[in-house]
């Protein structure tokens, strides 16, 4: 296996953190983003390293992507327009997340390269049967509910990419990521709740809780996100199969809140804001439990998460303790 690899939206959360792990391995990384909504400060570490390459580019831009990917051996596809809110407008999570992937698909198909599809829990949507099982039926919410336009985008990647895969050949592993966070987190809302909170915690701030606060969440460190893409990356027997990466510790939202305040150190009391659902979401209902079935993951790839959620929280909290004004 040529150990090169391509990695869509490398300036972002999962993505940086990914260049520094194969860099460190010895793999040579040509890394893109239009920086969107990633930094150029989260791969500083890479932009001197020998062996990486930084390119400005938008997926859509079939031309450029296509020059870009000969010579590769993987192309790690994480670049999307993440979830969104009504308030938002869903034509660029449409549009970047399904053209973007059918530009890398038909890359790799041009110049015979594997693929790993950075697909989400989210597809699961509504599904009652827990833990979540890649074999597991989908439920997904109406296309009015303009929320849903990311699942349906990665949904509609993944079917995308086990057609390049039956029908052109082209090796496809498809993740699904379950919440990840690290001191690189968004902290806007596309970020997850955990960032959001840390921040607020941090800043004696109100913490805003959807609903009652009472649905849960399994959320990972990103080094065990980044941990399970680096053995499906390597893994033959991972080639055609769909598998949950992330962590199984269930905890609820309100709980977290409390367990970052208490890892915070209480200087202040816990500022709670409890904000109706229908405000925030309208008609879109939030998924109540949202647990990993891992023992694919374990099976194939011999993946386990290795950092516990409190010390995650522990990590990133000591990291943006170090740029307070960030
Ligand atoms: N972080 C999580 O908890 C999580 C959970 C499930 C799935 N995922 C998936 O994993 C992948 C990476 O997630 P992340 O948390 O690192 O997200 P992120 O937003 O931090 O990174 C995505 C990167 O893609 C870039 N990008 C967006 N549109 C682009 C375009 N048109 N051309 C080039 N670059 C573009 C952004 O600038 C950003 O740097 C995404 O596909 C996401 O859907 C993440």
Known sequence: MKKSVLITGVAGMIGSHLAEELLHKGYTVTGIDDLSYGALVNIDSCLTHANFRFYRVNILDFDTLKILGKDTGTIIHLAAVKKISEKDISLPTLLVNTKGTENVLETAKMWGCKVIFASTSDVYGMSPDLPLNEDGDLLLGPSLIKRWSYAVSKLYGEQLSFAYHHDYKVPIV??????????????????????????????????????????????????????????????????????????????????????????????????????????????????????????????????????????????TIKEVLKHPSA
């Open 174 to 315: 498809v993740i699904r990521y379950f919440g990840g966070f690290s001191p690189r987190s968004s902290f806007a809302w596309s970020g997850g709740h955990i960032p959001i909170f840390i921040r607020a915690i941090l800043r004696n701030e109100e913490v805003i809780v959807h609903g009652d606060g009472l649905q849960t969440r399994s959320m990972g460190f990103v080094s065990d996100l980044v941990h399970g893409t680096v053995l499906a990356l390597e893994n033959e027997k991972a080639v055609g199969e769909i598998i949950n990466i992330g962590n199984d510790e269930e905890l609820s939202v309100l709980e977290t809140a409390k367990l970052i305040h208490r890892i915070a150190g209480p200087a202040h009391e816990l500022k709670l804001k409890f904000v109706p659902m229908s405000e925030v979401f309208g008609k879109y209902k939030d998924i109540l439990r949202r647990i990993p079935d891992l023992s694919k993951a374990k099976r194939i790839l011999g993946y386990s998460p290795r950092v516990k959620l409190e010390d995650a929280i522990r990590l």
